[in-house]
């Protein structure tokens, strides 16, 4: 039983597109997150929703567009691709209480070609 | 503000010799600490992590952490290292308070047969 799950796994797409990453976990967790690792292996984190609220949204462009229809879920819209967004992009997930660990999604290589 | 630094890019170590991974960290007050691995292709997938208490941290796989106030430091070590160990390791931090992990850049672990 996969507890944090993410597809597609790879996405190749071409620049100016619009794609959708999809994000589900079933470990009952209030609060979700989107992360994006770059070349060099940095994680900077992106948005992240409490039961379906908005709570952090970091200096992401906003062709980015999380959407969370309920709590187990939380989607990654981009809108108009660049290059730039090439990378991988993790959700994770986690209980609403601060010292609890996150758990990972396996990611989404997104290549904008 | 929270912030991490894993000073080294690389560590290498023989496969039966102790291994260290260095972590420091800055925060406003009482920190959470946590650490990761990420494998190739992987999402990250978690090791331990300091709250309160005890200094020495104990985790998954054999791997402990020790929590030093004075030095700001939460270094990862493991008695014995193995090649599977071989792996990108990630520290985080969560300050009390702060809705998010900051994790640092990442250290690559080699251990060599």
């Known amino acids: 039983d996969t507890a944090v799950s993410q597809t597609p796994k790879y996405l190749v797409t071409q620049m100016g597109n619009d794609k959708s990453i999809k994000c589900e976990q079933n470990l009952g967790h209030d609060t979700m997150y989107w992360y994006k690792q770059d070349s060099k292996k940095f994680l900077k984190i992106m948005f992240s929703y409490n039961n379906k609220e908005l709570i952090i949204n970091e200096t992401v462009p906003n062709r980015f567009s999380p959407k969370s229809p309920d709590k187990a879920h939380l989607n990654l819209h981009i809108n108009s691709l660049e290059l730039g967004d090439s990378a991988v992009y993790f959700c994770a997930s986690s209980q609403a209480s601060e010292n609890t660990e996150a758990f990972f999604g396996q990611g989404t290589r997104l290549t904008v070609v | 503000a929270q912030s991490v630094a894993q000073p080294e890019d690389q560590v290498n170590v023989a496969e039966g010799n102790p291994l260290t991974v260095k972590c420091t960290y800055s925060?406003?007050?009482?920190?959470?600490l946590f650490w990761y691995v990420q494998y190739p292709n992987r999402g990250l997938q978690f090791l331990l992590k300091?709250?309160?208490?005890?200094?020495l941290v104990k985790g998954s796989y054999g791997f402990e952490a020790e929590f030093n106030k004075s030095q700001t430091s939460f270094h990862l070590k493991k008695p014995s290292a193995l090649v599977s160990d071989s792996a990108l390791y990630f520290c985080?931090?969560?300050?009390?308070?702060?809705?998010?992990?900051?994790f640092g850049k990442g250290t690559m672990l080699l251990v060599s047969p």
């Open positions: 300091y709250i309160t208490g005890d200094n």
């Open positions: 985080a931090v969560r300050a009390r308070g702060y809705s998010t992990l900051t």
């Open positions: 925060v406003s007050g009482n920190p959470y």
